[in-house]
């Protein structure tokens, strides 16, 4: 069984209890170039639908969601403990569902959660567009795997897929402190660490989705855009 642990800002623990909002010194960080990235793709004067895909605490879909009026927003976790956090982000969006229990390593077809009244595993070619933050280095390759299959199954087609986080590329990391940051996250599990590029993009190949863009930010973090064909 794998941990998704999603925040980059550990829990903060009293006794039996989380707090409800989960700091995220990083998120705060990289939550504005992230999303000038995502201006660039998201059409704010058309309806759309996106799904967040291990939305951590809820720091980003909660600032990102206020510049995109017209799009609903669905944030999720594997993480129930993380819904408390989630919905205090979220509390004062008016297109922000509640969050639902996502596990992007299994297929859809055994996702029981609901979507704006709907069962998410009959939603085939629903969403607009979908997001993963900081995710794919910080959970076992078969989450990443889920990712990609099931994007290819809720997107509709020419939908966008957003992935953000530190990536090589054809084998090469930089800077070194992504080297020491990838060599860590080996140490603390090995099923983590930072994904090449190359091999994404044969995954996604394999799910009829292509690698649109890359986009260097802050932070040596790089946001991905690919579409389903």
Known sequence: MFKNVICEA?????????????????????KQPILETLQQYIDVNKESRLLEISSGCGLHISFISSYFPMTRFQPSEYDKALFKSIKEYTKDCRNVNEPILIDISKDVECWDSMCDGQFLNLCTNVFDY???????????????????????????????????GPYSINNVLIPESNVSFDKGLRRQNPCWGIRDIADLKSLAQKNSMNLLKIHDLPSNNKLLVWNKN
């Open 130 to 164: 979908m997001l993963n933050i900081n995710m794919i280095h910080i959970t076992a390759l078969e989450c990443t795997e889920g990712l990609f299959k099931n994007c290819s199954k809720l997107l509709k087609p020419n939908g966008l897929l957003f992935t953000y």
């Open 10 to 30: 550990q829990f903060t623990k009293f006794s039996r209890y989380y707090i409800k909002m989960l700091r995220n010194p990083a998120g705060e960080r990289n």
